[in-house]
């Protein structure tokens, strides 16, 4: 037993050991004592330096959970005219990426508490990960799968920057079970607002839909890709925000969105579904975003004029939305704040900018 430390001490250091998330209540019923009581005891190992009390604060202080997508970004950039076939030179950079990951670095950065829910393999690439992000947000709510490989997103780029194919490895979310999910049911209960990407199984987003509506929990859904709309739960009622963009709610509504009209139309679609706040972005003619009781906005975008990468802008955008709905704001100034972010990202050479706080959102808007 350590120096200076009773026996009743002991027990309860070793079943927070088990469960940071464990309460006083539980802790007072598994070793027959008051709550009051494990209350001193506790307050002790805190005064001792035992327990830096984390998890404690974790249980009484609300995160904002995002679950999804946490991967390595490869871009290897070709340095003459590429050539099937052969062997090109090229100059390659990575950096940590995932819708989810990038929106949860965004908040971190922003001020909020974050938590990431995702999967990893157990290995260099997930190293990487961990440092860049473990500032930002927990990590301790990811699980590792020693046997699969960390999610990566690999783009062959050409001289002027375009994309000429892009390999996405994301076979370890496949992992992000409704079970899994379970396991965190303790964080999930207490969120201020929940935020997954379409990188997760469509019975894991079916399930937190679930589970968001029955705890009354506000939840954010962002689709990633065109490709992967059909992952988003069959009933979409009770959903708090929907950030998509024009290809994403085009394949959703197998639909073409030619004019301000057809835009206006599909939000309008997407709101009759049951989801309370949308939001349809569309590149450079800015976002529309509406609810039923403001009605619809159509927000023009900032025009940008050196665009360094345009990694991350949309989770920069989506970001912001979520931040500034939290903090209150208008829908007008949350469509402003997210297409703020989104061009200073495009002006970054990073996946999330490195000078983004609340003050600097702040004054980005006032100017």
Known sequence: MPEGMNEKEQLILNLIRKNPYVSQQELAQILGLSRPSIANIISGLIKKGNILGRAYILNESQHVICIGGANIDRKLHVKEKAQLGTSNPIYATHNAGGVARNIAENLGRLGLEVSLISTSGADKDWSF???????YMNLETVTQFPEKSTGSYTAVLDSSGELIIALADMEVYEA?????????????????????????????????????????????????????INRLPDDLDGVTWLITNRDESEAYFQTEIKNEEDWKNTLEKWLSLGIANVVITNGKQGSMIGNKTEGIFHVPSIETKEIVDVTGAGDAFSSAVIYSWLEGKSLIEIAKAGSINASKTLQSSYTVRQDLSAEKLQKDMEE
């Open 129 to 135: 990960i961990e440092e860049a992000s473990s500032l």
């Open 176 to 228: 992000i079970t409704p079970d899994l999910l379970v396991k965190q049911d303790v964080l999930l209960s207490r969120a201020k607002c929940i935020m997954a990407d379409l990188n997760c199984p469509k019975e894991t987003l079916q399930f937190l839909c679930h589970f968001a509506k029955s705890h009354d929990l506000p939840i954010v859904l962002i689709p990633v890709s065109s490709p992967k």
